[in-house]
């Protein structure tokens, strides 16, 4: 499995845009690149993912450095309901998740 | 449509006694996957299924441990006998692919204390 790495924790302001930065330097050709966040008392939740271009969705944007070694999920304006773990996963065809102690971000008002 | 679905959502038990936890996937996915966390550590991978077979349980304890998938619809994870340092939340998810170009649903996760 692809080794990352990502800030203990982020602070955000509401409605300001947040930049997530994951380095994950081994990941392999084949591995997507997956994010997912974990409010209090709830079970993961997927939030995108990609493989070597930039991804959009309602939830979040997805850039891709060229040479894959790193990513950044990008939350165009923050809410407090965003205040979450969010965690950066390479994957491949093995398929199973191999969560880290991923990114807590903070909103405040 | 209808998420994955977990219950119970907590269960308190004593060491020794047996607990069977209950995951139902979206309808159609045929992968099924479990996960756990245990107090202060990472989200770990316990096992894997793919319609009633299991493809990977790798990162199945030990063989208190029981996972079924009857038929390929939902699935029970059962531990028999429970020990203390089995309390954690237990989460299940489901995907329509088995490969890493698809995303992952979880359920809300059962929370199991062995007293």
């Known amino acids: ?109 | 449509e209808a998420g994955v679905t977990q219950f119970p959502s907590h269960s308190v038990i004593e060491k020794g006694q047996t607990v069977t936890l209950r995951c139902d996937p979206i309808s159609g996915h045929d992968n099924l996957y479990w996960y756990r966390r245990v107090m202060g550590k990472e989200i770990k991978f316990l096992l894997h299924f793919v319609k009633e077979s299991k493809q990977d349980e790798s990162g199945m304890p030990n063989n208190r441990f029981l996972a079924e998938r009857t038929g390929g619809t939902y699935s029970t994870l059962k531990v028999q006998p429970a020990e203390l340092e089995d309390s954690g939340v237990y989460f299940c998810a489901s995907s329509q692919r088995d490969s890493g170009g698809y995303g992952y649903t979880f359920g809300s996760g059962t929370r199991l204390t062995v007293v």
């Open chain 1, 1 to 109: 499995d692809a080794k990352t790495t990502q800030p203990n924790s982020m602070e955000s302001n509401e409605e300001e845009p947040v930049h997530l930065p994951c380095n994950h330097s081994t990941i392999s050709g084949t591995d997507y690149i997956h994010w997912y966040r974990q409010l209090p008392s709830q079970g993961p939740e997927y939030v995108i993912h990609g493989l070597t271009s930039n991804v959009n969705n309602r939830m979040a944007s997805l850039a891709i450095a060229e040479d894959r070694k790193s990513s950044t999920l990008i939350l165009h304006r923050a809410t407090l309901r965003d205040a979450a773990v969010y965690y950066c996963i390479p994957t491949g065809t093995a398929s199973k998740l191999t969560f880290g102690t991923g990114t807590r971000l903070q909103v405040t008002l």
